[in-house]
């Protein structure tokens, strides 16, 4: 099987840690830091398999992918896209943190804000996996969030490129 990156975790190794935003879980930085390990050429080449992937395979899910590593993939191209300002100043915020290497792509990739709002719907639409388990009602409204500023760039872009 052909997958995004060539390492995978075959199983989860624990919750760790989990937040409400986009890259605020362990496995959304394990997510970008395998993403850095990409040149930066073949960035938007493995997002375009990973949230191909995850449309084709939904029955994979908690086995192959995770909702967290989603949720970061479509933070990832939101943040070329208009709009995506806030998404683009947290990764460059990671960055200087030295917490991840510098994964942002260099140029837009609007062809690719349709795959993103397909695979975010699946893992964080209503109801959806990435919504559940939230300790208390403040971190659910803020993942909420998080889900609706997400799905706005992604869906006004992936209109005006369809």
């Known amino acids: ?6 390492d995978r975790l075959e199983e989860a190794t624990g919750m760790g840690t989990f937040g409400t935003g986009p890259f605020s879980s362990d496995g ?4 970008l830091e395998e993403l850095a390990e990409r040149p930066p050429e073949r960035r938007g080449l493995a997002l375009t398999r990973m949230l191909l992937f995850v449309k084709d395979n939904p029955e994979l899910l908690w086995r192959e992918f995770f909702p967290d ?7 990832v191209v939101a943040a070329t896209l208009p709009g995506g300002q806030q998404f683009d100043e947290q990764l460059e915020a990671l960055v ?3 917490l991840v290497s510098d994964v942002r792509l260099a140029a837009p990739v609007p062809d690719l804000a349709s795959a993103a709002l397909q695979a975010l719907t699946f893992v964080a639409g209503p109801g959806g996996p990435w919504h559940q388990g939230w300790t208390n009602a403040t971190d659910a409204a803020e993942a909420r969030e998080t889900v609706a500023v997400l799905s706005r760039v992604l ?8």
């Not at 099987?1 to 060539?6: I, N, P, S």
């Not at 959304?28 to 997510?31: E, I, K, V, Y």
């Not at 590593?69 to 933070?75: D, K, L, P, W, Y």
């Open 28 to 31: 959304a930085m394990d997510f």
């Open 69 to 75: 590593e989603v949720v970061a993939a479509a933070a």
């Open 1 to 6: 099987m052909d997958f995004w990156f060539d």
């Open 96 to 98: 200087k943190h030295d």
């Open 155 to 162: 869906t006004l872009d992936g209109g005006a490129s369809e």
